[in-house]
């Protein structure tokens, strides 16, 4: 399995060289930085066609307060089920244009989960089929898992008022 995974990253670097900023191992789990955005549908593409088969998550991080630049990273775990073979990709977003392009096309499970990301840090999934917030009021504002979040709530008393309407509604249907 290490073996497949290895030809599969040195294909990697063959094909997509200029868009990588660095391949690494971390705690026994290849990841890969792709420092141009613009290719990540054909690098996803190119895994799914090699056996990358299901996307385990896709998430995201703002290194704000660490110095690091660009400021986001928007990250996928692949795996091939038949190899037993994981591979996490780090995007990195720029806080100048956060967004970058939807891959609900190529895994539709990965539409709850650019919506969560764009509902938590504010960066934009393009070509997304319904890209709207999915935790959060509509009227909400800001993204909450972005560092620069205030920690005072903004929220109006309205607004904790509906909060406890729902709550007793749910509590009607036992959920507590």
């Not at 599969?8 to 792709?34: D, H, M, N, P």
């Not at 800001?142 to 749910?170: A, M, N, S, T, V």
């Amino acid at each position: 399995m290490k073996d497949r995974l290895s030809e599969i990253v040195r294909e990697i670097k063959e094909t997509f060289r200029e868009a990588l900023s660095e391949i690494g191992e971390f705690r026994g789990q290849t990841y890969i930085i792709v420092s141009q955005k613009g290719i990540l549908k054909e690098l996803i593409k190119f895994l799914k066609e090699r056996g990358f088969n299901h996307l385990q998550t896709l998430t995201a991080v703002d290194y704000l307060n660490f110095g690091k630049k660009p400021r986001f990273e928007v990250i996928y775990q692949l795996y091939n089920i038949n190899e037993r073979i994981a591979l996490r990709l780090r995007v990195e977003v720029s806080e100048e244009d956060p967004s970058i392009e939807s891959i609900t096309d190529l895994f539709p499970g990965a539409n709850f989960l650019e919506r969560e990301v764009f509902d938590l840090f504010g960066i934009t999934f393009k070509g997304h089929p319904n890209l709207k917030r999915i935790l959060l009021p509509d009227n909400w504002k800001g993204h909450p898992l972005r560092k620069d979040y205030p920690l005072e709530p903004e929220e109006k008393p309205e607004d904790f008022i509906k909060l406890k309407e729902w709550k007793k509604r749910l509590e009607e249907y036992g959920i507590k």
